[in-house]
C-alpha cells in the first residue's frame, strides 16, 4: 500500500449536519423548503451541482455565484467555531503517522471549506490536499482520485480510499483504487476490492494493508 486517500465531509468530520443547516438556510432564502430527501441528492456530489439543484427546485432567479457565496458563508461561518471528527478518524490518522503512510485528502468542497475544517483537523496529517478547486471534474468522475495519486507520485491500484458516498466510491473505484466505504447517509453495496465498514473505530492500518493485493 503506498497511500491511503481520505474522502472529508461524512467520512473524515461530522459536516452532513452542517450541511444541512446551511442548504436549508439558502433555499428557505430562494423561497423554497429543504429535506432530507434533497440533501440525499447531493451527497459527495459537485458545488456547481449543489447551487443548479437549489435553483431547480425553487424556481428562483437568481445568480448562481450569488446563491454559492451564500453556501459558502453559511458553512465557513459554523466551521470557524470548530468541527466534529468521525469516530476513530484521529485515531487512524496517528496510526497512519506512526507507521509512515502517506495521506491525501480528497474532497468535492472548495477550497476555502477544506481550509475551514483542516483549522480544526490539523492541515500536518495530509501531504496532498485536492479540492473541487483543482481539478476540471469532481467525484464521481475519477479525477480527483487520480489527481491525488499523481501528487504523490502513487499508482492508483496501490492507494486504498476512504469513502462514505456512493459518488465517492464511484470516483475512487473508476481510478483503480481499492475502497473502504463507511456509508453515512447513503447505502454502498458491497463489491470486489471494496470493503464495508460501520464506522473508522474498526479500521487500522493492518486491515487497510490487507486490501491491496
Known sequence: MDAVLFDMDGLLVDTEGVWFEVETEVVTRLGGSWGPEHQEQLVGGSWDRTVSYMLQLTGADEDPALVGEWLIDGMVNRLSTGVVTMPGAKELLRALADEGIRTALVT?????????????VGREHFEVIVTADDVTLTKPDPEPYITAATLLGVDPPRCVVLEDSPNGVASATAAGCRVLAVPSLLPIAAAPGRLIMPSLV???PVLLRSMIS
Open 202 to 204: 474498526e479500521v487500522d
Open 108 to 120: 468535492s468542497s472548495l477550497r476555502v471549506i477544506a481550509d475551514a475544517v483542516l483549522k480544526s
